[in-house]
């Protein structure tokens, strides 16, 4: 089964953030139940209810995570391409981590300077409650994927390069294979040679921020719990 199939109809990580989103009741608010409709039409169209327009932020995230692959070493393996069900619920429930190692999966966030600070912050915390209420998207989207794989840790990990980083980048785009070589389509960024490097995301070389700012964290039990019990519930309404 491709990546595509696995996907069409299933509840997936990176949206798992609407699942869980809930009213001061503790009630599952609008955002649950409009997605819960969103999988429903998808099996009734046998397809993805969105198209795959690649925007400009989607192209610089797919290119920026290899790099940062390519900084974190051999510890961990490059999975964006393999999407996977959950063992349990395998009929309504997968993800696609971007990385996996021998007990958690991590996510990697390479958002513009505004959310990329919001999120380094948040993560500086080492909270999860914090992180869970400031930025519900990658936190649930990390346990749901260390579900999937069975793991009881996640990480997050966001990074912008510095700008001596960025000129490497850039000239590396320009004078190999990089692009190729990771799967990405050299069409797609043409941008980088084209822009002024101050009209691209980085980090002044002297920035107070670091360019890579993560946390591994032991899923808490309750959460975990409570995931699962949305991703049911939301199965048992899609039956109805």
């Known amino acids: 089964m491709n990546e595509e199939t696995l996907r069409i109809g299933r509840f997936t990580s990176s949206q798992m953030y609407r699942l869980c989103a809930s009213l001061k009741s503790g009630k599952p608010s609008a955002a649950f139940y409009t997605y819960v409709e969103e999988i429903k039409i998808e099996r009734m169209l046998g397809r ?31 999975e964006h391409k393999n999407t996977k069900a959950h063992p349990l619920y395998k009929d309504f429930w997968s993800g696609t981590p971007d990385l996996v190692a021998d007990y958690k999966t991590g996510e990697i966030k390479c958002f513009e300077p505004l959310h990329f600070a919001k999120l380094s912050i948040a993560l500086e915390t080492k909270d999860t409650e914090i992180i869970k209420d400031k930025e519900p998207q990658p936190y649930w989207q990390s346990i749901s994927n260390s579900l999937i794989y069975g793991f009881d840790k996640a990480e997050i990990l966001a990074y912008m390069p510095y700008k001596k980083e960025l000129i490497e980048i850039i000239d590396k785009v320009e004078t190999t294979n990089f692009l190729e070589r990771n799967n990405l389509n050299p069409s797609d960024y043409y941008f980088l040679t084209q822009d002024n490097i101050d009209n691209l995301p980085y980090l002044p070389d002297d920035s107070k921020m ?20 949305r991703v049911k519930l939301a199965n048992e309404l899609l039956n109805e």
């Open 210 to 229: 670091s360019n890579i700012n993560s946390f591994e964290f032991e899923i808490p039990k309750e959460d975990k719990e409570f995931l699962i019990e």
């Open 48 to 78: 993805s209810v969105k198209v795959d327009v690649k925007t400009r932020p989607m192209r610089w995230g797919s290119l920026l995570e290899v790099v940062l692959f390519d900084l974190l070493g051999l510890n961990y393996s490059m």
